[in-house]
Structure formats: C-alpha cells, structure tokens
C-alpha cells in the first residue's frame, strides 16, 4: 500500500494513492460518516464516483485515476 500527500500554496492537498490505499481510504470514510454527520456527504459522493467508476471500468481492468 503507499500513498503520496502533497500540499499546496493555495491550502489543497493532492493524494496519490494506490488501488489498496485508495480503498482503506474510502473505507474509512464511509465508516466514519456513520458516526459524524458532517462526513456523511462525503461519503455520498465516494460512494457514487465509485459506482460511476466501476460501470465504466472494463471486466478486469483495474482503474489508475
């Protein structure tokens, strides 16, 4: 698993994640929105960009986004 944070000068923060670190990430995110409901959101919009995602990726294609 690795992961790359990078901070910019304007406050964003950019992450580089694996395909394993990428998921422990969404996981959490979604774990933590049940208890903490300004996470929920969040959590809406993982949860649909990961459908989205996985409708349009091809049968044994791993994305890379």
Sequence with gaps: MQA???????GTIS?????????????????ASRFHEDIAPLARIVEERLKADSRRRK?????CR
């Design 4 to 10: 790359s944070i990078m901070t910019q000068q304007n």
């Design 15 to 31: 992450l580089l994640l694996d395909p394993e670190a990428a998921q422990a990430a969404f996981a959490s995110i979604v774990f």
């Design 59 to 63: 049968p044994g294609r791993a994305s």
